[in-house]
T-cell receptor
Framework: GNSVTQMEGPVTLSEEAFLTINCTYT??????LFWYVQYPGEGLQLLLK?????DKGSNKGFEATYRKETTSFHLEKGSVQVSDSAVYFC???????????????FGQGTILTVHP | NAGVTQTPKFQVLKTGQSMTLQCAQD?????MSWYRQDPGMGLRLIHY???????DQGEVPNGYNVSRSTTEDFPLRLLSAAPSQTSVYFC?????????????FGPGTRLLVL
């Protein structure tokens, strides 16, 4: 079945540092890939997505590229801010077809803390 | 649009008690789902529905029941709560088909079973 593996956290950075959160996946076919963000006390919000190989998703300075050859979707940001402190989840949906549409498979989440 | 709403925000139950977690969306989304979030395990799918009258099991359905009588509402029922069901529960919805990749999540219900 589908699975998503994220780098272990927590991640602690100083403001303006470069961020990378690794995400790799296992799925047959061509899944869609997502990064969700959860701010303290809130639900999950879609941060960015990519629906086919080599697509780059981007939003709020965050980027991730769908790499089918390495089955990866690493999240990057060039200069983090204190307001980026949150939990980040990598997820996938779809893949080999059937009734898998809409079912998201999540990684375990990575806690990011950014200090001033 | 209110989006996806959940009630209550927080609940404490004793082992064996029953309760219903409410979820509603006003975006006319066909697909609705329930997840539980546990530390170090991400979110796991409990049940989902692709339309009124249609439900199916997800990854961790045991101990939970759902029904979908309207497009808007998708309640999650715990018939006999157990400490293992202590978790944060999220409801989500999305369109099916074109433009429906994005799931919208509610704010969550934090459940403690003693």
């Amino acid at each position: 079945g589908n699975s998503v593996t994220q780098m272990e956290g927590p991640v602690t950075l100083s403001e303006e540092a470069f961020l990378t959160i690794n995400c790799t996946y296992t799925a047959t076919g061509y899944p869609s890939l997502f990064w969700y963000v959860q701010y303290p006390g809130e639900g999950l919000q879609l941060l960015l997505k990519a629906t086919k190989a080599d697509d780059k998703g981007s939003n709020k300075g965050f980027e991730a590229t769908y790499r089918k050859e390495t089955t990866s979707f690493h999240l990057e940001k060039g200069s983090v801010q204190v307001s980026d402190s949150a939990v980040y989840f990598c997820a996938l949906s779809g893949g080999a077809g059937g009734t898998s549409y809409g079912k998201l498979t999540f990684g375990q989440g990575t806690i990011l803390t950014v200090h001033p | 649009n209110a989006g996806v709403t959940q009630t209550p925000k927080f609940q404490v139950l004793k082992t064996g008690q029953s309760m219903t977690l409410q979820c509603a969306q006003d975006m006319n989304h066909e697909y609705m789902s329930w997840y539980r979030q546990d530390p170090g395990m991400g979110l796991r799918l409990i049940h989902y529905s692709v339309g009124a009258g249609i439900t199916d099991q997800g990854e961790v359905p045991n101990g939970y029941n759902v029904s979908r009588s309207t497009t808007e509402d998708f309640p999650l029922r715990l018939l006999s709560a157990a400490p293992s069901q202590t978790s944060v529960y999220f409801c989500a919805s999305r369109l099916i088909g074109t433009g429906g990749e994005t799931q919208y999540f509610g704010p969550g219900t934090r459940l403690l079973v003693l």
